[in-house]
């Protein structure tokens, strides 16, 4: 079981998903699966995810566009670590953001949740 599940929707993200996938894959915490659901997107979305090759990426479809909470609810069944991450398709994530999230968290054990 990974440590984090990092989870990401995604809708006709084709303008910004590569560069929130490196984001990802390039944290210096790896111990992670990235969940990836493709809302249905008509742009090249799925093609640019389909790109990376790794065995972290847990990628997964809407046959149809059902909206963010659909695709949310989807993704947090869909992951299996202790923790989880939110990343929208549009986002980049800072190299350590995981690091000193699980850190802050193992640290501090009376808080559910970090933000930023």
Known sequence: ??????????????????????????QTFTDFELVIINDGSTDSTKQIIEQFNDKRIKY???????????????????????????????????PQRLKEQVSFLDKNQKHAFVAS
Do not use: C, H, Q
């Open 1 to 26: 079981m990974p440590r984090v599940s990092v989870l990401m929707p995604a809708y006709n993200a084709e303008k910004y998903i590569g560069d929130a996938i490196k984001s990802i894959l390039n």
């Open 60 to 94: 997964l479809e809407n046959e149809e566009n059902r909206g963010l909470s659909f695709t949310r609810n989807k993704l947090i069944a869909a992951s299996e670590g202790e923790f989880i991450a939110w990343l929208d398709s549009d986002d980049i994530a800072y």
